[in-house]
């Protein structure tokens, strides 16, 4: 079957910044691709910049954006331009016939009305191969263009060879080394005029072949109407990256290429095979191909056929894999459970990229865009780690080292925001994280006692008995902060008194992203422990029908201002229920852990059908990563991985009409 014609890639691109639904980009790149591209249609969105309904072009970037909140790195765009060539978008951008328009997982095309031009691209692990065909009468270009930071440029023309790399970096990073990213690009001989080739920075254009400085383009102009050109990546130097154009040029032509790269689009998605309704099929599909972008590649197989990266907090090239642009504190939820049923190899090396970082530089990853940004809170590749090691996918010395950064960051301090738990020296004193020395400290709190029981897990299947049981105790300080008068997890200060002022609807402050209600059931590692809170089963039973039935109202709370995030929780109208964000993606489901399945059968199927579809404005928030569509997944199957780190799924009925998995079947789960 051809599972790419259910695939949508503009799903959830239909978004803003005050309110998103899914905050994602059409991204062309095979599966956890290197090098990955987007059409950009209107840059001075910053961050957004693409939009399905706008009528402009002003190129394809080839991005690493893994969220608009993060900002883009090591990006350039390339761009068709005719008669005059320009460098700002707003005097070089085209419009476009919509109808010529073809964006899938693994082609893009584009006729744009100015150049008169049509271009297409099919991509490789480091890069793409790209064709462009002309109709117009003047001088025809090919442009090289900016993002951010600084460029340089130097066209060969002996090789047919443009050569470019840029330190562009968006969101500046925490760790010591900067970044460069190194291209290639190779035309057919004869195939760029180097005489009328144009550099261009802020004083203007002129004759040249080389260039470098911020704000800096090149505009190659052309000998043919017609040209096919590769062009590959690299993060280590131009040789690294001409030997990666190498490796991805295995291929007769564009069309061979295309042709490959639907067969790998199409073995990724069909590893769950579906029947179901024409909506949902194209909802799911469409998720699946989202599940399989990130995390990107960031490692790259040198001249002897060895594993090599550059590693920014080391600031030099190491042997080994390595991967990127990652959120944890998102991606852990779903991403790596559902990879642990579907995607075993890649997880495994997905995670020693990751522990590699920690053996590079000290600390294991929290949040990573090449480089380490401080973003979301706490150390959640634990529970990465834990459900990789409860699932037999990593073991050994791996797992050994993994579990080394693991404690490192459970009770050592950092220094650098970046890396480690924030508050890690109090809770490891006094089992809880306090309200009045650190802000989101019942996340933090939480946060800490679910990542000791996924320390607890690794250290049980190590054999360190002492250290499991110590881990596993600690697991139980939510109960520090829980407070019996209100039913809530609650923010107490360091004299050990609940934070004053409280309501369950106002958001931040004490909370991340959220306000208690959805806060508070975040004890996915001890759910029958967070009953005995509410008085047994029937207690926590209650306080989910008061979840559910209480309308979605909020205050801005710590916050000051209303952030996305509540506008889209507004919009879903599920009670108190903000599946919009990650927060309350395990609560619909805590129900059939208590043995009421059909409540979690309810409200399931009426967040699918009101929050999710195929369609460009197909998320109820932001998608993070493949976070949000891997949600999606699981509820289509009728099972859902209520606490990472423990090998087991809660079960519920499923919205396909038959499932199948490559390699097994939903029982065997």
Known sequence: MDYLKYVNIKQGTKSLKRFSKGNTLPLVQRPFGFAAFAPQTESNRGTWFYHPEDRSFEGVRLTHQPSPWIWDHGAIVIQPQSEEPYLEADSRWSGFEPEKTVLMPHYMRYYLTRPKAAFELTPTVYGAWARVNYESDFDCYLSVLPVDGGYGYKYDSEKGRLYCCTDCNELKGYDKGTAITYFVFEFEKDAVNAEKTLVEDGSGKKPGTAIEGEKTGIHLCLNKKNITFRLASSYISYEQAEINLENDSKYEDFDALKKENEKIWNSYLSRIKIKADEDTMKTFYSCMYRVFLYPHKAYEIDKNGNAVHYSPSADE??????????????????????????????????????????????????????????????????????????????????????????????????????????????????????????????????????????????????????????????????????????????????????????????????????????????????????????????????????????????????????????????????????????PSFHIPFIYAYLGETEKTNYWVKKICSEGFSWKDDGFPGDEDNGTTAAWYIFAVLGMYPICPGKNEYIKFHALAEEIEFEGGDRDGY
């Open 317 to 582: 090239v190491k042997n080994g894999v390595r991967y990127t642009d990652n959120g944890f504190w998102d991606t852990y939820r779903t991403v790596y459970p559902l990879y642990s049923i579907i995607a075993k190899e890649e997880y495994k090396e997905i995670l020693e990229g990751f522990i590699a970082d920690y053996v590079d530089g000290g600390w294991l990853p929290c949040w990573t865009a090449m480089d380490a940004k401080k973003c979301m809170p706490s150390t959640m590749i634990d529970a990465v780690i834990a459900d990789a090691a409860v699932k037999g996918i990593i073991s050994g010395e791996l797992l050994k080292t993994a579990f080394s950064g693991m404690e490192k960051h459970a009770s050592t301090p950092s220094e650098n925001p970046a890396y480690g738990r924030e508050g890690c020296g109090y809770y490891t004193q006094i089992g809880y994280v306090p309200s009045d020395k650190h802000r989101e400290s019942v996340n933090l709190t939480l946060d800490a006692a679910y990542c000791d029981y996924c320390l607890g897990v690794v250290a049980e299947i190590l054999g360190e008995k002492e250290k499991s049981e110590k881990y596993f105790n600690r697991a139980k300080n939510y109960k520090n902060i829980f407070d019996k008068e209100t039913g809530f997890m609650r923010g107490k200060r360091l004299d050990e008194s609940f934070e004053p002022d409280f309501d369950p609807i106002k958001w931040g402050k004490d909370y991340t992203e959220a306000a208690a209600w959805q806060t508070t059931f975040a004890v996915q590692h001890d759910l029958d422990g967070l009953a005995e809170l509410y008085g047994g089963r029937q207690g926590l039973l209650n306080k989910l029908d008061e979840f559910f039935n209480t309308p979605p109202a909020y205050r801005v709370g710590g916050y000051k201002v209303e952030i996305h995030e509540m506008t889209e929780f507004m919009a879903g109208a599920w009670g108190q229920c903000a599946i919009s964000n990650q």
